[in-house]
């Protein structure tokens, strides 16, 4: 699985316990965001939710790690986009049942919020639990059938109530979507060119 790594400026310092936390998972991982307190340019989570869509919609990740003080801007910001399913996880009983039952794509990490001694290794227990389980599987076992009906069903929500991404790139403001194609590196994990979504590759192509 490749994982991207998108830490906002509120969090940038917890960047390396997140990237720490998931050595020895057997994950590819792409660190993309933040990666220090204070560094410029800052990416706000109004950019690093619009990174996570790109993402995960060009298929160049298999999943997104974000985040911010509290968890909560990240989650809003990412979930206004098309295919983008994403949980709230404080601790490794959210991890392990979002993984099962909503089986989604990206979650949100509260970074500072109640983010104290061992915050780390309550990351390492996150990561370990969630990526323990088959995505979607089911719990309880009774409830897997109906579980995986909702998860297609709010699939085809998703479509139903969002622009097309690449709609969405060409009315989004243009310096959010410039912020994040110029942040040092992005363009080069996108990689525009070989984008199999053609108009998603033309929509970026105007403007970058």
């Known amino acids: 699985m490749k994982i991207a790594v998108i830490n906002e400026t509120s969090a940038a310092d917890k960047n390396q316990d997140i990237i720490r936390a998931l050595e020895g998972l057997g994950h590819t991982v792409i660190n993309c965001g933040m990666t220090e307190k204070g ?32 968890g909560q801007g990240f989650l809003n910001s990412a979930m206004q986009y ?50 323990s389980v088959e995505s979607g599987c089911g719990y309880p076992l009774a409830r897997k059938i109906p579980q995986g009906v909702s998860r297609e069903k709010l699939a085809e929500i998703s479509e139903l109530v969002h622009l097309p991404l690449y709609k969405i790139v060409e009315t989004l403001p243009v310096d959010v979507v410039l912020s994040v194609l110029e942040y040092p590196g992005f363009l080069e994990i996108l990689d525009i060119k070989s984008l199999n979504d053609l108009q998603l590759k033309e929509s970026l192509g105007k403007i970058i």
């Open 82 to 131: 098309p295919g983008v399913f994403c949980g709230h996880i404080v601790n490794s009983l959210d991890s392990w049942l979002f993984a099962q039952i909503n089986g989604g794509n990206c979650i949100s990490l509260a970074l500072n919020q109640g983010y104290g001694w061992a915050g780390d290794i309550n990351l390492k227990f996150i990561f370990e639990r969630m990526f």
């Open 39 to 70: 560094a410029v340019p800052e990416l706000q989570y109004i950019h690093t939710g619009f990174m996570a869509a790109l993402l995960l919609n060009s298929k160049r990740v298999d999943f997104v790690v974000g985040g911010c003080g509290t």
